[in-house]
Every structure is written in C-alpha cells, then in structure tokens.
C-alpha cells in the first residue's frame, strides 16, 4: 500500500496530524519568504546574523512542536486501534471459552449416559448448561456458579439443592399419609425434571409414570433411583466449582417403600405393571400384614414372608415372571389361608378376611392362567 492509500484508509486523526505538519512547513517557507523579501542581501554585520539565528530558532521550535504534537496525535489515534484489537481478541477468545466450556460439560454428559448404560438421555445438553451457568454469555464466562434460591428467585442449582436436602429429611419418615406419599412421587419426579435427563432404558415392574413420561424411579429399588440422582447432581456441583451433596447415604426404609406401594395410583402418578396380577398381590400383603391372632402373631406367617422377600428390590419381582416361582407363592398362600380358616368359627371377622384373601389368591391364580 503506498503512502496515499493509507493517507486515503486512515482515520480523521491522521489528517489533523498531517495538517499540522504541513501548516509548520508552511508558516516556515511563508516566514523564510518574508524575510528574504525584505532582506534580500548576505548581510556582514553581525546583528543581522543573530537575528536570522533567532529567526531559524524560533522557527524549528515551533516546527519541532507541530511535529511533536503531530506525532502524539498519531501515536494516540494506533494506540485506540490496537485497544480495539486487544477488546476484540479478548471478546473472541472468550467466546471460544464458552464454547470449549460448553462442548466440555457436553461430554461430561455423554460419561454419565455411558455410566449408566445408556439407559438415561440428557436431551437439551445446552439448555441445561445455560440452567447451571446463567451468567455466562458470549461476553462474560464463568467456570464457577453458586446455587442461589429464596422466596423470589431459585437458579438451578438452589433448586436442586432444597429439594435434595428435604427429600434427605423426608425418608426418615415412618408414618405416610396418602399426602405425603403424593409429595414424594412429586418431588422424585421434579427432581428428574431438574436433572435434565430421560429414561430410556427397558421398564421395570414397579417404576413410576407421569402422565406419559416413564422416570425410572422403581418404587421397589428405591435407593438405587435415588444414588443415581444424586451421582448426576455431585457431577453438576463439581463442574460448577461447589462442594458435593453428602446425604442420602442412609438406604430406604420399608416405611418408604410401603407408603409408594399402598398410593401408587395418586392422581398424575401410577406404577408400572407387568407381572399378572401384581396390584392384588400387594394388596393382599397389606392384608396379610395386618391379620393377627389373639397374641398378635401372623395368621400367614410364611406366605407374608414371601411376599415381603418379593417387594424388596425390583430383581425379586421380577422373578415372578417365572411360572413356577410364581405358583408356589400362591400355592402356599392358598395351603396357609385353608390351615388358618379352621382355627376361627364363621362369625369371626377373623375368618372372613381369611375368606377373602383366599378369593384373592385364586383370582390371582386365574389372572396369572390368562396371561
């Protein structure tokens, strides 16, 4: 680029700067001009020297100041240009930041799905990302984010944070009425919601749905669903920069368990169900639970115990997928309902619940039959 082209691409600045070197070129050349006009001859008288030395003095410190000023001008006007460079690299490497930041909790995401076999889905990783970072923009990245929740505002992490801290307290429950029971199913699926993710994997007897949407939380393995919660949510807090959440280390109690098997049709909630005649085996547990004699011992000590086995871990219901496992539950239940009805004449309510409870085993027997 030669010297009028980039006169022509430079800013105004650099037109006063040259201006005003040209404006002392030519005051010198008008002043030199004046004087040569009226002083014409060499002159030998020695005045007449220190008054053109003088003259050439003043000259070159006026000259000197114009191209002293000139200078700072145009030393000012590169030193804005390259301010604006350094403002843009650092606006682009921060957007490079976010998007390395971005593309790395992405992939911290694809490690837990793989954690867990692929079985969970997180479907809007980015979505999510702008959930735990919602300060963060292309102008401004931030690797730490504080959990943040009050009465009029909650991020996603304050979120996250009360409802894992009183689900903590809420298991150490041993009496549920149906409201609470509803507050847990509530709770355990807002939670998933929070945590971003979907379940994708084969349903189990005994998960939860909402509405539509199959969570994975099995009623009957609950402190698994509940480990893998809090697995998600220790990395959201470690990659946000905060301490991990150290509760639910305690496993469900049977209270637990029980309370979401007795309400497991609260209005939006139900429980998976595929095993023949499931629900009234339930039923009939709780039945069998409260049937006592005299002393207060069992009626059906051993077909209870059966059933509590089968309700302790979504793998022991399972098994009810085997015939014969099945058979031999109910076979039992039947032997010990008839072994138990002699002992209690007809007008004992007693033996009328007995009564009732055998119709149930062979409904079951019938249902099971059909499937």
């Given at each position: 680029?030669?010297?009028?082209?980039?006169?022509?691409?430079?800013?105004?600045?650099?037109?006063?700067?040259?201006?005003?070197?040209?404006?002392?070129?030519?005051?010198?050349?008008?002043?030199?001009?004046?004087?040569?006009?009226?002083?014409?001859?060499?002159?030998?008288?020695?005045?007449?020297?220190?008054?053109?030395?003088?003259?050439?003095?003043?000259?070159?410190?006026?000259?000197?100041?114009?191209?002293?000023?000139?200078?700072?001008?145009?030393?000012?006007?590169?030193?804005?240009?390259?301010?604006?460079?350094?403002?843009?690299?650092?606006?682009?490497?921060?957007?490079?930041?976010?998007?390395?930041?971005?593309?790395?909790?992405?992939?911290?995401?694809?490690?837990?799905?793989?954690?867990?076999?692929?079985?969970?889905?997180?479907?809007?990783?980015?979505?999510?990302?702008?959930?735990?970072?919602?300060?963060?923009?292309?102008?401004?990245?931030?690797?730490?984010?504080?959990?943040?929740?009050?009465?009029?505002?909650?991020?996603?992490?304050?979120?996250?944070?009360?409802?894992?801290?009183?689900?903590?307290?809420?298991?150490?429950?041993?009496?549920?009425?149906?409201?609470?029971?509803?507050?847990?199913?509530?709770?355990?699926?807002?939670?998933?919601?929070?945590?971003?993710?979907?379940?994708?994997?084969?349903?189990?007897?005994?998960?939860?749905?909402?509405?539509?949407?199959?969570?994975?939380?099995?009623?009957?393995?609950?402190?698994?669903?509940?480990?893998?919660?809090?697995?998600?949510?220790?990395?959201?807090?470690?990659?946000?920069?905060?301490?991990?959440?150290?509760?639910?280390?305690?496993?469900?109690?049977?209270?637990?368990?029980?309370?979401?098997?007795?309400?497991?049709?609260?209005?939006?909630?139900?429980?998976?169900?595929?095993?023949?005649?499931?629900?009234?085996?339930?039923?009939?547990?709780?039945?069998?639970?409260?049937?006592?004699?005299?002393?207060?011992?069992?009626?059906?000590?051993?077909?209870?115990?059966?059933?509590?086995?089968?309700?302790?871990?979504?793998?022991?219901?399972?098994?009810?997928?085997?015939?014969?496992?099945?058979?031999?539950?109910?076979?039992?239940g039947v032997k010990e309902v008839k072994d138990a009805l002699l002992k209690f004449d007809e007008h004992d309510e007693r033996h009328t619940r007995l009564k009732a409870c055998e119709e149930t085993l062979h409904a079951i027997f019938a249902e099971t039959r059909q499937a």
């Amino acid at each position: 680029m030669g010297f009028g082209e980039r006169v022509k691409a430079s800013s105004p600045w650099s037109w006063i700067a040259i201006g005003i070197l040209l404006t002392s070129v030519g005051g010198g050349i008008t002043l030199f001009l004046i004087y040569s006009h009226y002083f014409p001859y060499l002159s030998g008288i020695r005045d007449d020297w220190n008054v053109f030395g003088a003259l050439l003095g003043g000259f070159g410190s006026c000259f000197g100041a114009g191209a002293t000023l000139a200078t700072l001008l145009f030393l000012a006007h590169q030193n804005r240009k390259q301010q604006g460079f350094i403002e843009w690299q650092i606006k682009a490497q921060t957007f490079e930041q976010l998007l390395s930041h971005q593309r790395v909790f992405g992939e911290r995401l694809q490690e837990i799905e793989s954690r867990y076999d692929s079985k969970i889905r997180f479907l809007d990783a980015e979505s999510l990302y702008i959930r735990l970072f919602p300060k963060n923009c292309p102008s401004k990245v931030d690797f730490h984010s504080d959990p943040e929740y009050s009465e009029t505002h909650e991020s996603l992490l304050g979120s996250l944070k009360a409802r894992f801290e009183r689900l903590d307290k809420f298991l150490d429950k041993a009496e549920w009425t149906a409201s609470e029971a509803y507050d847990l199913f509530e709770t355990l699926c807002d939670l998933i919601d929070d945590l971003g993710f979907k379940w994708v994997g084969e349903p189990s007897d005994g998960d939860i749905v909402r509405g539509e949407i199959h969570t994975g939380v099995n009623i009957y393995s609950l402190h698994e669903s509940l480990l893998r919660m809090k697995s998600i949510y220790n990395s959201y807090l470690r990659f946000t920069g905060n301490t991990e959440f150290d509760g639910l280390n305690r496993g469900v109690t049977s209270f637990v368990r029980e309370a979401l098997m007795k309400n497991r049709r609260l209005r939006k909630f139900v429980v998976y169900n595929s095993v023949p005649g499931l629900s009234n085996l339930q039923d009939l547990y709780f039945e069998i639970e409260s049937l006592r004699d005299d002393a207060s011992y069992w009626l059906l000590p051993e077909t209870l115990e059966l059933l509590r086995e089968i309700f302790e871990s979504r793998e022991s219901v399972a098994e009810l997928h085997d015939i014969h496992n099945y058979m031999y539950i109910l076979g039992n239940g039947v032997k010990e309902v008839k072994d138990a009805l002699l002992k209690f004449d007809e007008h004992d309510e007693r033996h009328t619940r007995l009564k009732a409870c055998e119709e149930t085993l062979h409904a079951i027997f019938a249902e099971t039959r059909q499937a």
